[in-house]
């Protein structure tokens, strides 16, 4: 069974602090991995990984996977209140459906 | 071109209730899923629509239904509702399914309540 695994499960952090958020996943024949950001409604797509070591970048926020330790980061450097959301990690493999962690809280004081 | 849009929003149900919920893509995807998402346990796969005309079981299929009426739509429905599907259901779309290079995009989200 697929498993997607995100640390920490919440962080609170003050405006300007970078901050790095983890998943770890094991997958059979692996194929992509996405991060999403989810505020009060709908995720919304963010980054789609499959190649190991190349980062992806918008803006504030970068991914990077590593396919070798099986995990990705996601950076999100001088933070905002607007970053606060949850932020979700999926993997697809074998089967092409998404398995999702269970998220991270990311809280940004001002 | 509005995405992907669910009906309704809201819904509160007594248990044993049935309903069902809508989906609509316009983005001419041929894959369609439906999620429930519960706290602590983010979201998880009910059914999906590789293609128009088929539907399969996600990890938590038990007490729903699925219809793909057409490559637009795909709802889901919920036969004789329980407390235990109270939850907020997500629809997505892709143009494939999953593979590298694609992605999802998801609905608002219906709220449901089962009381």
Known sequence: EDKVVQSPLSLVVHEGDTVTLNCSYEVT???SLLWYKQEKKAPTFLFMLTSSGIEKKSGRLSSIL????LSSILNITA????????YLCAVTGANSKLTFGKGITL???P | NAGVTQTP????????QSMTLQCAQDMNHNSMYWYRQDPG???RLIYYSASEGTTDKGEVPNGYN???LNKREFSLRLESAAPSQTSVYFCASSSQLLMAGDT????????????
């Open chain 1, 79 to 86: 933070t905002q209140t607007g970053d606060s959301a949850i």
């Open chain 2, 9 to 16: 929003k809201f819904q509160v149900l007594k248990t044993g």
């Open chain 1, 107 to 109: 809280s940004v004081r």
């Open chain 2, 66 to 68: 699925v219809s793909r």
């Open chain 2, 41 to 43: 346990m983010g979201l």
């Open chain 1, 66 to 69: 590593d396919k070798k330790e």
């Open chain 2, 104 to 115: 999802q995009y998801f609905g608002p989200g219906t709220r449901l309540t089962v009381l």
């Open chain 1, 29 to 31: 024949n692996f194929r």
